[in-house]
């Protein structure tokens, strides 16, 4: 089979990726059709990765005949590719050595799907799902996705496009397999060291596939309330929506609030509403100049020039001419030890710079300033008290 091209897969007005919008906000899909579906580069880099991964993948499983030379050809012309960047090769070699974990742990070869198109519309009116990978054996049912944005981590556990793939495999294979557990997994390497994964019974997952039908089919239908929350990051009606942009806004109730010094609790709940609202303030900055940009009116705003760079037409003869007029050559160079995050790139696997650096004590991590995360970030919580080990040395 040969490999799908990611950019051109289809799209339900239902997608399982976007289901933890509608979901929560059943109205959102409807609205969002009515609206142009813009990609981001951030979107053509994962399409990217994806296919390298994909490529990769088929290679090492022995699904995809290829000769050295042949294989060798396609990854040059990766990297050759404008969006490449240089963790890419890294970041898909550890989905790829993920998946051999998993596929290596079974006693007899297991069945293995790779850019597999399941059926959810069971579940989910007219809705279908790729998915990454899918291995069956020994009774259990992986479901393996590989994320390569940074932006926002997307753990494994109750993730309801994961969930929806394996709907979709196990009605497609449970005819031909038994299968008692389900296990998902997203690989996001730029978030996490190591995958996050989550199992569940396949009963406990059919039960939330019954539970989520008449959720669906109100989205499906457009009907119930617009429910702004963190699930608005991606709509594409994030700019303008009315309800979020209300849901936003309300935070100027908190002006008349008594007494005089607002509380911690009202601190907290203003805090993540205000989170939110920058982020949507960027966004509608970002809407209105797409619509001057286009001749559209925005009253009172209009597009202007931003502040430009300086660069060399020609840096050879730019500094040629430099030295011409007594410039000294040595003073056009900089010489700068490179970071330990460039030097991971130098080696060829992140174990390998791990067993070189890090293991022989040359790289030392070193704590990041304290940062406040809410409270469902998925690092632990710390604080400057001492702890009583600390104040008496153990004893
Ligand atoms: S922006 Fe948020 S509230 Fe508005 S439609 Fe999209 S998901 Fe719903």
């Known amino acids: 089979m040969s490999q799908i091209v990611h950019a051109e897969r289809a799209?339900?007005?239902?997608?399982?990726s976007g289901a933890h919008r509608w979901l929560h906000c059943t109205p959102s899909a409807r609205l969002e059709a009515t609206l142009p579906d813009t990609t981001?580069?951030?979107?053509?880099?994962?399409t990217l990765a994806h296919e390298l991964a994909e490529l990769k993948l088929r290679r090492a499983l022995g699904l995809e005949q290829m000769t050295g030379q042949k294989y060798a050809a396609a990854v040059r012309k990766f990297k050759a590719n404008e969006l490449y960047e240089p963790d890419m090769d890294a970041n898909t070699d550890a989905y790829v050595d993920f998946i051999q974990g998993i596929v290596h742990s079974f006693q007899t070869p297991p069945y293995i799907a790779v850019e597999r198109r399941v059926d959810i519309s069971a579940y989910v009116p007219e809705a279908f799902g790729t998915s990454d990978c899918?291995?069956?054996g020994g009774k259990q049912l992986y479901i393996i996705d590989y994320k390569n944005g940074q932006g926002v981590p997307v753990p494994a556990?109750?993730?309801?496009?994961?969930?929806?793939?394996?709907?979709?495999?196990?009605?497609?294979?449970?005819?031909l397999y038994a299968i008692e557990t389900v296990h998902v997994a997203i690989v996001q390497p730029k978030v996490w060291d190591e995958p996050s994964e989550w199992s569940l019974t396949a009963a406990e997952l059919l039960a939330w596939g019954e539970s989520?039908?008449?959720?669906?089919?109100?989205a499906f239908a457009g009907e119930g309330e617009y429910a702004p929350g963190e699930h608005c990051g991606f709509c594409r009606a994030r700019s303008t929506c009315r309800a979020r942009?209300?849901?936003?806004?309300?935070?100027?109730d908190k002006a008349s609030l008594k007494p005089p010094m607002i509380g911690w609790d009202e601190v907290a709940d203003i805090l993540r509403r205000g989170d939110g609202l920058v982020k949507w303030y960027s966004s509608l900055k970002e809407a209105a100049l797409a619509e001057v940009l286009k001749g559209g009116d925005v009253p009172g705003w209009k597009a202007v020039e931003g502040r430009g760079s300086r660069q060399f037409a020609d840096i050879d003869a730019a500094f040629i001419h430099m030295e011409r007029y007594g410039i000294d050559g040595a003073l056009l160079y900089e010489r700068k030890p490179i970071t330990a995050a460039a030097a991971e790139k130098l080696f060829d696997s992140k174990k390998m710079y791990k067993q070189v650096l890090e293991d022989t004590g040359h790289v030392v991590k070193q704590?990041?300033?304290p940062t406040l995360a809410p409270a469902e970030d998925l690092r632990p919580s710390i604080n400057n008290q001492v702890t009583a080990e600390q104040a008496f040395g153990g004893q």
Do not use: D, F, T, W
């Open 11 to 16: 799209h339900a007005l239902l997608s399982a």
């Open 40 to 46: 981001s580069e951030a979107a053509s880099r994962g």
């Open 134 to 136: 899918i291995i069956i």
């Open 157 to 175: 556990q109750e993730n309801p496009q994961m969930m929806l793939y394996a709907l979709g495999a196990l009605q497609a294979y449970s005819l």
């Open 212 to 218: 989520i039908k008449p959720i669906a089919a109100r």
């Open 245 to 252: 942009v209300e849901g936003l806004l309300s935070i100027e």
């Open 367 to 369: 704590s990041g300033a």
